[in-house]
Nanobody, 121 residues
Framework: QVQLVESGGGLVQAGGSLRLSCEAS????????MGWYRQAPGKQRELVAA??????????DSVKGRFMISRDNSKNTVYTVFLQMNSLKFEDTAVYYC????????????WGQGTHVIVSP
């Protein structure tokens, strides 16, 4: 089992930046991939960015060139994933969730509690 805790959300003006962090603990040696999802009011949850344990990344089209996902898996007990968000737009407003896929499920089955990102116009 992997436990996830997000931090770093908040209120920012359009054009500004925020950095989200997600700290994973528990069975981190089984982690295959970690991702950031978001859910805006009235919309479905969508994958924003993901990174594999080998460092491969992928992004949702609307955030390419603005967001960057990175990881720090150098420690034995904690695996941290970051989402650097630049040039934020009003439409980036959402609750952002961290998720982990591990070798027991091969899917994003572990989720954090979410952190709010509000971008003012």
């Amino acid at each position: 089992q992997v436990q996830l805790v997000e931090s770093g959300g908040g209120l920012v003006q359009a054009g500004g930046s925020l950095r989200l962090s997600c700290e994973a603990s528990g069975s981190i040696s089984k982690i295959l991939s970690m991702g950031w999802y978001r859910q805006a009011p009235g919309k479905q949850r969508e994958l924003v960015a993901a990174i594999t344990s080998s460092g491969s990344t992928n992004y949702e089209d609307s955030v390419k060139g603005r967001f960057m996902i990175s990881r720090d898996n150098s420690k034995n007990t904690v695996y941290t994933v970051f989402l650097q968000m630049n040039s934020l737009k009003f439409e980036d407003t959402a609750v952002y969730y961290c998720a982990a896929a591990d070798s027991s499920t091969y899917s994003f089955a572990s989720w954090g509690q979410g952190t709010h990102v509000i971008v003012s116009p």
